[in-house]
Structures are given as C-alpha cells and as structure tokens.
C-alpha cells in the first residue's frame, strides 16, 4: 500500500496534467462537501417531522457549539495538512510524519478538552444559548450525544480527511466524511422513528449523528492502517515530535482556519438577530436563503481544499509554473460555479425558496432576498480562494489579517451600517458592499506578496 500511496503522490503532485490532477483532487473534495451540507440539515429535518417546537429549537440551539468542533478540526487539519504537502515538496517526508502525528493528538487533546468543559458547565452554557424551560432537556441530550460523546470522533474524522488529503489521496480522505454523511441521514429516522420510543426523537437524532461519526473515523483508522508503517500520514507516537518551526507553523495556519470558520458562522448568527427585528416570515424567508447559498458555496470550498495541497507541494518544490496553472485553474472553475449559481438563482428564485416552505408570502420574501444575496456568490468564493491559498502557503498571519478584516472590520460592522440606512433589504446587500472591498484588498494583498522578496526569493 505504500508503493501505491508514493505512486498516487507522484502522480497528482508531478506527473499529471494540471487539469487532471486539480480534477482528481478537487472533485472528491466538492462530492464531500455537498453531503456534509445535506446532512447537516438531516437532523433539523427530521426533527422537523415531530412538528414539536420546542425539539426543533433545542437542536438549533446546539449548532453554534457543535461547529466550534468544526473549527477545532481545522487547527489542527487544516494547519497540519497545509504543512505537509510542503514537506512533502521540499522531500522531507521524515518531518511530515512527526508533523501528522502531532496534528491528530493536538486534535484530540484540545475536542477533549472542550467536550469535558461542556460536560462540565453544561448547564450555564445551554441558559447562555438560550435554553428555557421547554427546551433544555431536548438541548441537554443532543449536546451529549454530538459534542460530549460525539466531538472526539468528530474532530477527528475532519482532521484526518485534510490529513489524507494532503498526501494526495483525495477520494480516500472524501470518501470517510461522505460515508458518515450518508450513514447519518440513514440513521435519523431508524433511531427517531423506529428503535426509540415518542419523545426521545431528539435523543435519537444525537445517537445517529455520533454513531455516524464513529462510523467515519473508524474509516479512516482503517485507511491508515492500509497505508502501512511507512507511510507519511501516522498516527505512531514513536515518530517523535516535530521542529519547534514546524510546530509554530502548524498553529500559525491552523488558527487563522479556526477563527475564519468561527467568524463565518457569526455573520450568519447575526443575520438571524438582526432580521429578528422585522418579522417572522423575514426570519423563515433569510434562514432559506442562507440554506440555498450554501450549495455553490461548499463547491467553492471544495474547490479550494482539493486546490490546496497540489498549491502547497508545488510552491514547496519551487515549480512556479505548475503552482500559477493550478491557481488559475482553480479559480477560474469556482468562478464559472458561481456565475452559473447566479444564473439558476436569478431565474428559479422562487422553485428554490418553495422546496423549504410552502407558504406564499415567505416564498416571495425569500426569492426576493435570494435574487440579491447571491449575487455576492463569486465575491465570497473569490474571499474563501485568497484565504486557503495563503494556507497552502504557509502564510498564516496573510490568511488571518484577511479572515479577520473581512468578517470583523467589513462584513459584520456592513450588516449593522446597511440595516440602519437601508432596513431589512439592507441585510442581503451587505455581503455584496463588504466582500467586493474585501476581494480588492485580497487582490492587492496577493499581488504584493508575489512581489515580496519572502515570496521571489523562495522561488529563485
């Protein structure tokens, strides 16, 4: 299996064509991404079904702490695969291993440590989230079950797809979180419906999601195995521990994905309060939108995650060339998503909106927010693309300023500047004022770089 897995390497990083190699790795990648985004919206589903409130409220309060995992996943993901894919292109693939191993127990060392606080202050947490007298019972079981018992597994699931990834073994590293995700959506019903009794379907729900996810890991667990003892992805302690550089550019990638994806998920939880103050249907109408972008989004983001470690490998090895094809590559595809995303959207607006809901007024209103709202579909991609490429460069602190100014200093500060201007329409064209300022300063930041004498001299 090592042969194979050093033959598959040669393959993607060096010997295939760009095209053949971006689509190898990006299009496992994109097939990942869609189940988790309809998985993720398993369970609020078949919750749904219960037509019980207060059960449908209780698993809502939990997302927000559940994607804290996601964000503790890329710390150590998304800053140890970044790192090597580079080790790899410069031949070290002694420092790569170390490098993997310290990336799954950092992992697991830090969802341990927020799945025991959890447990621990569950009570003030779930009364933080909102959690009434209703509620908290259904709030409690879920917790327990997808972060408590669940977040291990989890986080280590992703970590260990953007590890497996980064060696080039896209479909392998795809294949274990769509396995997980078609899993889930087969095991809500089973346990909500069939296995429980009435009033435990959120309990159910919980059951599915962590079983689902220790489906997944064990997936992986057996992919490494299948690796061998040699190969650069392990999870052997006797690897020893990395360079103190590499330990510092692990966490120098990896907490700019944390806080990225964290502040990503508090532009939508402030979107939700701010149209809380129109109406009801305003709120159903904004929460379908954010439902229907998320489909030429997550291609965007598996775009930039099958582009990321071909970009790293390249850049590491000094191959210019094939590092520039493959951006261009990369991007121009993702555009061609979004310009299509817009076409769709603009035209079936309302076929779209009626798939979620029913009734007439909301219909209008969410048509109506998705028609505006998705004309920032190729900013956001062009946001996410700066950002993941400044990862496979191992440029943390570019990655972070960026993830930073874009969600803290334009997108969140537009949302409330456009809403008291403007009103509830000037929610949905928030995200187009803020990310075309934020695609110039990625464009001019990008461009500096290339210009940089860090960036030149390691390319010479």
């Given at each position: 299996?090592?042969?194979?897995?050093?033959?598959?390497?040669?393959?993607?990083?060096?010997?295939?064509?760009?095209?053949?190699?971006?689509?190898?790795?990006?299009?496992?990648?994109?097939?990942?991404?869609?189940?988790?985004?309809?998985?993720?919206?398993?369970?609020?589903?078949?919750?749904?079904?219960?037509?019980?409130?207060?059960?449908?409220?209780?698993?809502?309060l939990i997302l927000p702490?559940?994607?804290?995992?996601?964000?503790?996943?890329?710390?150590?993901?998304?800053?140890?695969?970044?790192?090597?894919?580079?080790?790899?292109?410069?031949?070290?693939?002694?420092?790569?291993?170390?490098?993997?191993?310290?990336?799954?127990?950092?992992?697991?060392?830090?969802?341990?440590?927020?799945?025991?606080?959890?447990?621990?202050?569950?009570?003030?947490?779930?009364?933080?989230?909102?959690?009434?007298?209703?509620?908290?019972?259904?709030?409690?079981?879920?917790?327990?079950?997808?972060?408590?018992?669940?977040?291990?597994?989890?986080?280590?699931?992703?970590?260990?797809?953007?590890?497996?990834?980064?060696?080039?073994?896209?479909?392998?590293?795809?294949?274990?979180?769509?396995?997980?995700?078609?899993?889930?959506?087969?095991?809500?019903?089973?346990?909500?419906?069939?296995?429980?009794?009435?009033?435990?379907?959120?309990?159910?729900?919980?059951?599915?999601?962590?079983?689902?996810?220790?489906?997944?890991?064990?997936?992986?667990?057996?992919?490494?195995?299948?690796?061998?003892?040699?190969?650069?992805?392990?999870?052997?302690?006797?690897?020893?521990?990395?360079?103190?550089?590499?330990?510092?550019?692990?966490?120098?990638?990896?907490?700019?994905?944390?806080?990225?994806?964290?502040?990503?998920?508090?532009?939508?939880?402030?979107?939700?309060?701010?149209?809380v103050a129109y109406d009801?249907?305003?709120?159903?109408?904004?929460?379908?939108?954010?439902?229907?972008?998320?489909?030429?989004?997550?291609v965007g983001i598996g775009?930039?995650?099958?582009?990321?470690?071909?970009?790293?490998?390249?850049?590491?090895?000094?191959?210019?060339?094939?590092?520039?094809?493959?951006?261009?590559?990369?991007?121009?595809?993702?555009?061609?998503?979004?310009?299509?995303?817009?076409?769709?959207?603009?035209?079936?607006?309302?076929?779209?909106?009626?798939?979620?809901?029913?009734?007439?007024?909301?219909?209008?209103?969410?048509?109506?927010?998705?028609?505006?709202?998705?004309?920032?579909?190729?900013?956001?991609?062009?946001?996410?693309?700066?950002?993941?490429?400044?990862?496979?460069?191992?440029?943390?602190?570019?990655?972070?300023?960026?993830?930073?100014?874009?969600?803290?200093?334009?997108?969140?500060?537009?949302?409330?500047?456009?809403?008291?201007?403007?009103?509830?329409?000037?929610?949905?064209?928030?995200?187009?004022?803020?990310?075309?300022?934020?695609?110039?300063?990625?464009?001019?930041?990008?461009?500096?770089?290339?210009?940089?004498?860090?960036?030149?001299?390691?390319?010479?």
């Open positions: 299996m090592q042969a194979k897995s050093n033959l598959s390497r040669e393959d993607v990083f060096k010997d295939l064509p760009i095209p053949s190699a971006l689509a190898k790795m990006v299009l496992p990648a994109v097939a990942s991404q869609l189940i988790v985004l309809i998985y993720n919206m398993a369970d609020t589903f078949f919750v749904g079904q219960t037509n019980n409130p207060y059960m449908v409220a209780a698993t809502s702490v559940f994607n804290i995992t996601l964000c503790l996943a890329g710390l150590a993901g998304i800053g140890g695969g970044s790192l090597i894919s580079r080790l790899l292109g410069q031949g070290d693939e002694a420092e790569a291993r170390r490098v993997s191993a310290f990336s799954l127990y950092l992992g697991l060392a830090v969802v341990a440590l927020f799945s025991v606080g959890i447990l621990v202050f569950m009570e003030p947490v779930l009364a933080l989230l909102g959690a009434g007298a209703n509620t908290y019972a259904y709030a409690r079981q879920y917790a327990l079950c997808v972060i408590v018992v669940g977040g291990v597994p989890t986080v280590l699931s992703n970590v260990l797809s953007n590890l497996i990834r980064s060696v080039g073994l896209s479909r392998e590293a795809s294949a274990g979180i769509i396995l997980g995700g078609v899993l889930n959506i087969a095991l809500d019903p089973l346990f909500m419906f069939v296995l429980l009794p009435d009033g435990q379907e959120v309990l159910g729900a919980g059951l599915a999601t962590c079983l689902s996810n220790c489906a997944a890991f064990a997936y992986f667990a057996v992919v490494m195995a299948r690796l061998g003892r040699g190969a650069a992805i392990t999870f052997s302690p006797r690897a020893g521990m990395p360079r103190a550089e590499s330990i510092a550019a692990i966490f120098s990638v990896g907490v700019p994905s944390a806080v990225t994806t964290f502040l990503f998920d508090l532009d939508y939880v402030i979107i939700d309060k701010l149209m009801d249907l305003a709120l159903a109408a904004v929460g379908i939108v954010l439902k229907v972008e998320r489909f030429p989004l997550n775009i930039c995650q099958g582009m990321m470690p071909l970009v790293a490998y390249s850049y590491a090895a000094r191959d210019r060339g094939r590092m520039e094809g493959t951006v261009r590559l990369a991007r121009r595809t993702g555009l061609l998503v979004a310009g299509v995303s817009i076409l769709l959207y603009e035209l079936f607006a309302v076929q779209f909106s009626h798939l979620f809901i029913a009734d007439a007024r909301t219909v209008e209103l969410a048509a109506q927010f998705l028609r505006i709202r998705v004309l920032a579909t190729p900013l956001m991609f062009l946001s996410f693309f700066t950002v993941y490429l400044f990862q496979a460069l191992g440029q943390g602190r570019i990655a972070l300023f960026l993830g930073v100014t874009r969600w803290l200093a334009l997108n969140i500060p537009m949302l409330f500047l456009l809403n008291a201007l403007v009103g509830m329409y000037g929610l949905l064209w928030a995200q187009v004022a803020a990310d075309s300022l934020t695609v110039l300063l990625s464009l001019v930041v990008y461009r500096q770089f290339c210009r940089s004498s860090v960036f030149l001299s390691h390319m010479s």
